[in-house]
């Protein structure tokens, strides 16, 4: 019942914020005392944020991000992440409820393109694309799947490897990928799907980006060389993924950007440092923010889970050096750039 009203107190969040945000000047309309603040595109990568469980279904969950001053985000489903043996069931009847909330609603809107992502925003309008995460078997082990998914409007999937999906295979020094796999990849790059490797092993991640024909992503990731963790991306891996074009988004999640005996403070410095460290090993038009925000951000640093969270990356790039451009890419141009291509 709280969870209920909650959501309930979320979505009238969600109506005024969409009154305030109708009030944003055009992008060619720049306010010389709020610099880039109030009009920098803003695209979040992957996010569970937007959309809730009621005792009544799905329901719109967008105030926290419209405060935020989001204009389009992925949004990884399900939001039932419980385990299940049949996730496109699953994922088939929250598309068809998400469907309808986009259909009551009139400022938030599922587009099919990147072209749908600029005539949203020069509306007013907040778009959300639909990704798949989850890590009990995403394809049932049969790649026919991703045909079922590409028809359900599912923009990129987070590749897992695991019992269900025996995406890979051991031999000697090291792993490839199983006929299955090979599908996988084919298929999605049939219906232009982007590839997120972000929750595969190293190698593995090196055998996709050898495979496919298209560039890979990394929706929610850091880098090694800013805090050196186990699952964060060392120097050599970021080099395979600039050698293929591939687009490293980077976290909000404390777990990433710091190292455990770290005290998790100046989330904002730390998150524009790993920016600024995978800037320097890919280039600046393969870099984004993919958030991983979930549980009203229980799992950021306070100063990246507050409503001027947008305006303090913002500035702290600026200090850093980063032109007005540059800025821009790294906001949101390079992840609409990358769906161009698909």
Do not use: W
Not at 54 to 80: K, Q, S, W
Not at 120 to 125: D, I, L, V, W
């Amino acid at each position: 019942m709280a969870r209920f009203f909650h959501l309930l107190l979320a979505t009238l969040i969600t109506l005024l914020s969409s009154v305030v945000s109708s009030q944003k000047p055009h992008e060619n309309q720049k306010n010389p005392a709020s610099g880039l603040y109030g009009e920098t595109f803003f695209f979040d990568g992957h996010t569970h944020q937007g959309f809730g469980m009621t005792n009544m279904g799905l329901a719109l969950d967008a105030g926290y991000l419209l405060e935020r001053g989001y204009d389009a985000f992925v949004f990884a489903l399900p939001v039932d992440r419980s385990k299940t043996s049949n996730l496109f069931a699953r994922i088939e009847n929250e598309v068809k409820q998400l469907e309808q909330i986009n259909t009551d609603n009139d400022f938030i809107l599922f587009p099919k393109s990147a072209f749908d992502v600029n005539y949203n925003y020069g509306s007013k309008k907040l778009s959300a694309i639909l990704a798949i995460e989850y890590f009990h078997g995403v394809f049932g082990g049969k790649a026919e799947l991703v045909d079922r998914y590409a028809e359900l409007g599912i923009h990129s999937i987070t590749l897992i490897d695991n019992q269900v999906d025996n995406l890979f295979e051991h031999v000697s020094g090291g792993v490839q990928l199983t006929e299955f796999g090979k599908l996988v990849i084919d298929k999605m790059n049939q219906h232009n799907m982007l590839i997120d490797v972000r929750h595969i092993t190293e190698k593995e991640l090196v055998e996709i980006v050898k495979y496919s024909k298209r560039p890979v992503i990394s929706s929610h990731a850091h880098a090694k060389g800013v805090a050196d963790l186990n699952y964060n991306y060392s120097d050599e891996l970021l080099e395979v993924l600039k050698e293929k074009n591939g687009m490293v988004l980077i976290s909000f999640n404390r777990n990433g950007l710091f190292c455990p005996k770290e005290p998790t403070v100046n989330g904002v410095e730390r998150l524009v440092e790993h920016i600024h460290y995978v800037i320097g090993k890919i280039g600046i038009s393969n870099v984004g923010i993919g958030t991983d925000l979930q549980a009203y951000g229980r799992y950021v640093p306070k100063d990246l889970n507050h409503t001027g969270c947008k305006n303090a990356i913002i500035s702290e790039l600026q200090r850093r050096g980063y032109t007005n451009a540059e800025i821009e890419k790294i906001m949101g141009e390079n992840y609409l750039r990358m769906l161009k291509k698909f």
